[in-house]
């Protein structure tokens, strides 16, 4: 069960997709149903939108709840709506449930999804196992990051919610912005009349997050209250990385029911090492991917190289993503948006790729992506993707409360002595698995969740 995927099959989470059609390739059989589809009328309904490859379900009008995914916005007005859902949204989950009769039941996403239908579900007797992409379930803004720029790990009590989901749009907002986004889309031809709509969408949405939330204090108190209880009632909670894990137990206590399995990207099943293209320039050449976004390091990797810009530091930094501070550093360049087609060049130009997450990232696809390639990281001890850094001999970890810690690793990776070099090693040098490989351990884990049966299991998987 997931959010969104169903509005068109091959242009959603690519992940997700993956992840059905192998365990299909498998001979699982396999049901889709995204439970955050848009509907103008009132109510709830849902559609058997397919058959083939796998039954794919929507339920229209389920509770698109308002928050924005992945880069700023995001956060809930009302979290008690993720807390309780309507009778008819639970009528329509059931209904497809029972239809299909899973022998477990995989929840990729919680967007549309309150707590309460996944109770629905396990009263039915079918182990629900969840995968933790992110942190949405403890924290709506899905970052567990303040905005002063440091981890939340408040206590329920001095919880600060309403003041960091205060610019969230509400419902009406986001869809009203969603409209207006895809009839600006007619006309990319005609720019002009593009950017007025987008004006107006922008004007909207200042105006909107100018007013105050209907949550208050205490509801997003009740809120973590409930999560709680339902991360501790799931069959399994799946955790994406030990940095994960390690949070939610912080927040949430022992949880006997978590197990650790990091997420493979499906592109690793063709990705091989890159050779190093050398050219005239001596400097060590530094990759940073997707860090737009405070919690993702920005500010720290700035702070970094202008420091190392005042010495004679033979590097050079290469940003790929939407990230650009405004004084320009030197030896730093930035390259816009990238395709997953220009991995490949992005590899062959760097020795070093650097994760400068602040927040405890979950994962990051990026870094694996470029760890299969053969380039090393120097990677935060925050981030999930350090799971796959061997210190000293696959990458270099640091501290990221410390600007100095990151310029220690960044020197130490350009002193000639460092045994941390990229060079045509095999991707199995790296604690990496195919995604075929991980389909397997993704059906090993369903595999084990209570009532697992000798016959090819029945998993209703969205996402």
């Given amino acids: 069960m997931t959010a969104g995927i169903c509005a068109t099959r091959g242009h959603s989470n690519s ?23 848009v509907s103008p009328q ?16 929507a339920v229209f009008n389920g509770g698109v709840y308002p928050a924005l995914y992945p880069q700023g916005g995001i956060g809930s007005r009302d979290p008690l709506r993720d807390v309780q859902g309507n009778p008819a949204l639970r009528h329509a989950i059931l209904e497809i449930v029972r239809a299909e009769q899973p022998d477990v ?30 942190y949405f379930v403890v924290c709506p803004t899905a970052h567990l990051f303040l905005p002063a720029g440091q981890p939340c ?12 989901c205060r610019p969230a749009p509400s419902y009406r907002a986001f869809r009203l912005a969603w409209q207006l986004d895809r009839l600006a889309a007619r006309f990319d031809s005609r720019p002009i009349v593009r950017n007025a709509i ?35 009632r799931l069959t399994v909670l799946h955790c994406i990385s030990r ?24 592109s690793l099943e063709t990705v091989a090492p890159v050779p190093r293209l050398r050219d005239r320039n001596a400097n060590i050449s530094f990759a940073a991917l997707n860090i737009n976004g405070t919690f993702k390091g920005a500010q720290l990797l700035a702070e970094a190289f202008q420091r190392l810009a005042h010495g004679e530091a033979a590097c050079e930094l290469h940003v ?37 997450s602040v927040g405890d990232e979950t994962l ?85 969740a209570p009532r697992n049966r000798p016959e090819p299991i029945r998993a209703a998987i969205c996402g």
């Avoid at 940095?243 to 499906?266: D, S, T």
Wanted: glycine residues 10%.
């Fill in 320 to 356: 790929y993503g939407n990230w650009q501070p405004g004084p320009a550093i030197p030896r730093v360049s930035y390259h816009g948006r990238y395709q997953s087609a220009d991995l490949d060049g992005i590899a062959a130009q760097s020795d070093f790729c650097i994760v400068p």
């Fill in 198 to 232: 987008w004006r107006v969408r922008n004007v909207l949405k200042r105006i909107d997050g100018g007013l105050p939330g209907r949550g208050n204090a205490a509801a997003y108190s009740a809120r973590r209250r409930q999560a709680i209880r339902f991360l501790n």
């Fill in 243 to 266: 940095c994960q894990a390690g949070v939610f137990r912080q927040i949430c206590g022992p949880l006997p029911n978590l197990c650790v399995l990091p997420l493979m990207p499906p």
């Fill in 105 to 134: 039941v995989s929840i990729q996403a919680l967007f549309g999804l309150p707590f309460d239908a996944v109770d629905a579900i396990q009263n039915e007797g079918i182990p629900v196992v969840f995968t933790a992409h992110d």
């Fill in 15 to 37: 992940y997700q997709e993956a992840l059905m059609e192998g365990l299909v390739a498998r001979g699982h059989g396999v049901a889709c149903l995204c439970t955050a589809e």
């Fill in 153 to 164: 790990r408040l206590p329920e009590a001095a919880l600060t919610c309403h003041h960091c």
């Fill in 364 to 448: 990051g696809f990026t870094g694996l992506e470029m760890l299969a390639r053969g380039v090393p990281l120097i990677a935060s001890n925050r981030a999930g993707v350090g799971d796959f850094v061997e210190d000293g001999r696959t990458g270099l970890l640091f501290d990221p409360a410390s600007v100095d810690s990151l310029c220690a690793a960044i020197e130490r990776a350009m002193n000639p002595s460092c045994r941390v070099r990229r060079g045509g090693e095999p991707a199995a040098e790296f604690p990496l698995r195919s995604f075929t490989g991980h389909v397997q351990d993704m059906e090993n884990l369903f595999r084990e």
């Fill in 42 to 57: 009132p109510g709830v309904s849902w559609v058997c939108r397919q058959r083939e490859p796998y039954p794919l379900y």
